[in-house]
């Protein structure tokens, strides 16, 4: 192996990669204005937070991920959840499609300390869904709230939800995810 200036040639090879990976990374998040939409659904996003978009969500934050955000997301009914791979149907209640959500959630290995706050019926844009509450330790001890709202649809499943460091970050920006769902339209039938 040949040296650059007192470094292996491996070293600087590992800074280009790290330096391509860093930029790949960052380059997707965008100032979220306007409206944030699918074929299915819509919100508004707040004024001055970031949204990164995905192929089944889109996931909206002020400070970074790892301290608050709001995603919006819809699945196939049919598409198993990862750790339980038990399936939703149309016909389920909300309270049996919560009861799902959350084994899924306990089952889930970077959500240590899981506790369920609430699951009570909730009118998510006026479709009969529920609403889950509930607290975990990420894989780094920090602990973290969430509100899950969910409906069933005809074929899909919606959900969106805001997650933020318990300690700080979820009380200040839970106004900010209260005007989201509150804006929140179903698009399609």
């Not at 192996?1 to 292996?8: D, H």
């Not at 959840?81 to 799902?100: C, D, I, S, W």
């Not at 200040?172 to 929140?184: C, W």
Request: net charge positive; with cysteine.
């Amino acid at each position: 192996m040949f040296k650059l200036k007192g470094y292996r040639a491996t070293t600087w090879v590992w800074v280009g990669v790290m330096l391509v990976l860093t930029t790949a990374c960052a380059a997707p998040w965008r100032a979220a204005s306007g409206h944030l939409a699918s074929p299915e659904w819509s919100v508004i996003p707040p004024q001055g937070w970031m949204h990164l978009s995905m192929a089944d969500s889109e996931i909206i934050s002020k400070n970074g991920p790892y301290l608050e955000f709001i995603m919006v997301q819809m699945r196939p009914l049919t598409q198993r959840f990862r750790f339980t791979k038990q399936v939703l149907n149309a016909g389920m209640l909300p309270h049996e499609a919560a009861r799902l959500i959350t084994d899924n959630l306990e089952s889930d290995p970077l959500i240590r300390n899981f506790r369920l706050l609430a699951s009570e019926p909730a009118m998510v844009a006026e479709r009969p869904g529920f609403k889950l509450i509930y607290s975990y330790r990420d894989q780094h001890g920090v602990v973290l709230k969430t509100i899950y709202y969910g409906v069933l649809l005809p074929n899909r499943f919606f959900n969106i939800r805001y997650t933020g460091a318990q300690r700080h970050y979820f009380d200040q920006e839970l106004p900010a995810f209260n005007d989201v769902l509150h804006s929140l339209r179903f698009l399609s039938s």
